[in-house]
């Protein structure tokens, strides 16, 4: 892969980055005093002020508000709900802006590698928008391009959460955000850098090599760089497309899905952290549909054998009503200061997150419950007491496990799937080891170039 240019965090770029976002959290922080002096309903228009700052703002803080609102006690309920409704909205780059962008990652003649490139944005998400491509070898591709000045928009804007993160502590927060923060922080940054994406591409391609039905792009690495990404185009249907289709498709979509989520954690310890639904597509060929394809891969995280070990255990001790093993889970998280009320509160989370996994029988994620509604309750009750108990400081490595795990749930509501999931997490797990799985992480690492630093 090329690295082309330098982009560095430019001081005029973050300073236009706070000006233009601290206008808006500005005004949220005014209202938020107001409110709290005046209101009998304080939560509910300080929440409200802030989706209406946020709102008007695009990019990584986007990110950052949504990943806030599936973490149980980050932020009071009102805010979670809130934010939850935020979308990505990034204004796409014109076409004029496009080609300038193309020229600084594949020189001026960048164009004479392709016979056919859609100017028009294909998808666009929060760092970047992706465009369609032929390549000389009559390949189709997508080039994911990213937006100029990210690095210094990323800085900008974890500022802001800085700021979103010292106001909530004046609410009386039920956890500790220092390690949220540098979570989000570090994941936003590898982001940034498409070479580490490529590599996780190739990672995900021998982790889930013997799935015929779970499609990874291949990388064309001659014409990609640390801001481009070119990839092979797989075709595919939007996964809501599937919605009405009958009970037998919607679960042979969930099933792929699952195991394409499961299968790399159980075996070597790494997850694909932003389970949307735009981060997938169904592979249907003559009317059939044959499986799914991943098609986003700059958010990925590895975890260290012990904290796997305590997923699987928490999921074992749950399953067997064992309090010693599910204390032990919880410090091989890293969880500290474990006591009876704390243990019990975190138990109610668990029980919510591992519930469909335990119970070994045909059902879906959640009976009955609305998507948008998902954990909702379950949130609120850990929000109270861990407010009584609190703050409680949460360990880095459960940010992002419990995203994805949120996310993953979320879809199957959508696809309201009706599933063995116990089976299925009995199969992705089955003959893991500790010891075993960093001998599998440090080989296929090496292999594909993805630099962990531990």
Same mark, same amino acid.
């Given at each position: 892969?090329?690295?082309?240019?330098?982009?560095?965090?430019?001081?005029? #770029?973050?300073?236009?980055?706070?000006?233009?976002? &601290?206008?808006?959290?500005?005004?949220?922080?005014?209202?938020?005093?107001?409110?709290?002096?005046?209101?009998?309903?304080?939560? &509910?228009?300080?929440?409200?002020?802030? #989706?209406?700052?946020?709102?008007? %703002?695009?990019?990584?803080?986007?990110?950052?508000?949504?990943?806030?609102?599936?973490?149980?006690?980050?932020?009071?309920?009102?805010?979670?709900?809130? %934010?939850?409704?935020?979308?990505?909205?990034?204004?796409?780059?014109?076409?004029?802006?496009?080609?300038?962008?193309?020229?600084?990652?594949?020189?001026?003649?960048?164009?004479?590698?392709? +016979?056919?490139?859609?100017?028009?944005?294909?998808?666009?998400?929060?760092?970047?928008?992706?465009?369609?491509?032929?390549?000389?070898?009559?390949?189709?591709?997508?080039?994911?391009?990213?937006? !100029?000045?990210? +690095?210094?928009?990323?800085?900008?804007?974890?500022?802001?959460?800085?700021?979103?993160?010292?106001?909530?502590?004046?609410?009386?927060?039920?956890?500790?955000?220092?390690?949220?923060?540098?979570?989000?922080?570090?994941?936003?940054?590898?982001?940034?850098?498409?070479?580490?994406?490529?590599?996780?591409? #190739?990672?995900?391609?021998?982790?889930?090599?013997?799935?015929?039905?779970?499609?990874?792009?291949?990388?064309?690495?001659?014409?990609?760089?640390?801001?481009?990404?070119?990839?092979?185009?797989?075709?595919?249907?939007?996964?809501?497309?599937?919605?009405?289709?009958?009970?037998?498709?919607?679960?042979?979509?969930?099933?792929?899905?699952?195991?394409?989520?499961?299968? !790399?954690?159980?075996?070597?310890?790494?997850?694909?952290?932003?389970?949307?639904?735009?981060?997938?597509?169904?592979?249907?060929?003559?009317?059939?549909?044959?499986?799914?394809?991943?098609?986003?891969?700059?958010?990925?995280?590895?975890?260290?054998?012990?904290?796997?070990?305590?997923? +699987?255990?928490?999921?074992?001790?749950?399953?067997?009503?064992?309090?010693?093993?599910?204390?032990?889970?919880?410090?091989?998280?890293?969880?500290?200061?474990?006591?009876?009320?704390?243990?019990?509160?975190?138990? +109610?989370?668990?029980?919510?997150?591992?519930?469909?996994?335990?119970?070994?029988?045909?059902?879906?994620?959640?009976?009955?419950?609305?998507?948008?509604?998902?954990?909702? #309750?379950?949130?609120?009750?850990?929000?109270? %007491?861990?407010?009584?108990?609190?703050?409680?400081?949460?360990?880095?490595?459960?940010?992002?496990?419990?995203?994805?795990?949120?996310?993953?749930?979320?879809? /199957?509501?959508?696809?309201?799937?009706?599933?063995?999931?116990?089976?299925? /997490?009995?199969?992705?797990?089955?003959?893991?080891?500790?010891?075993?799985?960093?001998?599998?992480?440090?080989?296929?690492?090496?292999?594909?170039?993805?630099?962990? &630093?531990?």
């Amino acid at each position: 892969m090329q690295n082309n240019y330098n982009e560095t965090n430019n001081y005029s #770029k973050r300073l236009s980055r706070y000006t233009n976002v &601290g206008k808006e959290v500005g005004k949220f922080t005014t209202k938020f005093l107001i409110n709290s002096i005046i209101s009998d309903n304080k939560s &509910g228009k300080n929440a409200a002020a802030l #989706k209406t700052a946020l709102g008007s %703002l695009k990019g990584p803080l986007m990110k950052i508000a949504q990943l806030l609102s599936t973490i149980p006690g980050a932020i009071p309920p009102e805010y979670t709900e809130e %934010l939850s409704q935020l979308q990505n909205m990034a204004p796409p780059m014109g076409k004029g802006f496009v080609r300038r962008r193309m020229n600084t990652e594949l020189g001026l003649d960048w164009a004479d590698n392709f +016979i056919n490139f859609e100017y028009e944005p294909f998808a666009a998400a929060s760092l970047g928008q992706v465009h369609k491509a032929e390549t000389k070898d009559k390949n189709d591709v997508v080039c994911k391009l990213q937006y !100029p000045n990210m +690095i210094s928009t990323v800085e900008a804007d974890l500022r802001q959460l800085d700021l979103i993160f010292k106001i909530n502590k004046n609410l009386d927060p039920a956890i500790g955000t220092d390690k949220i923060r540098e979570e989000i922080a570090d994941r936003l940054r590898e982001e940034l850098d498409y070479n580490r994406e490529a590599a996780h591409l #190739k990672l995900f391609s021998i982790i889930l090599k013997d799935h015929d039905d779970i499609n990874i792009p291949d990388l064309i690495e001659n014409l990609s760089t640390d801001k481009l990404l070119v990839m092979t185009y797989l075709n595919g249907n939007p996964l809501m497309k599937y919605k009405k289709s009958s009970q037998e498709i919607r679960n042979r979509i969930a099933e792929c899905l699952f195991r394409a989520w499961w299968i !790399p954690f159980g075996q070597f310890g790494v997850i694909h952290g932003d389970p949307h639904l735009g981060n997938y597509s169904v592979c249907e060929i003559d009317k059939e549909v044959k499986g799914i394809n991943l098609l986003d891969f700059g958010c990925v995280r590895r975890f260290r054998p012990p904290f796997v070990e305590g997923v +699987i255990n928490l999921y074992n001790g749950l399953k067997q009503n064992n309090n010693e093993m599910i204390i032990s889970s919880y410090e091989l998280w890293g969880f500290k200061n474990l006591n009876k009320d704390l243990i019990e509160t975190l138990n +109610i989370w668990a029980n919510f997150i591992y519930g469909p996994i335990i119970d070994n029988r045909n059902r879906t994620v959640a009976d009955g419950i609305k998507p948008e509604m998902y954990g909702r #309750k379950e949130a609120f009750n850990v929000y109270q %007491l861990l407010k009584k108990i609190g703050p409680v400081e949460i360990p880095r490595e459960f940010v992002f496990m419990d995203r994805a795990a949120i996310g993953l749930g979320s879809v /199957f509501l959508h696809l309201n799937a009706n599933l063995n999931l116990h089976n299925l /997490f009995e199969e992705a797990i089955s003959g893991f080891d500790a010891e075993s799985l960093l001998i599998k992480q440090t080989e296929i690492f090496e292999k594909t170039g993805v630099d962990y &630093g531990h």
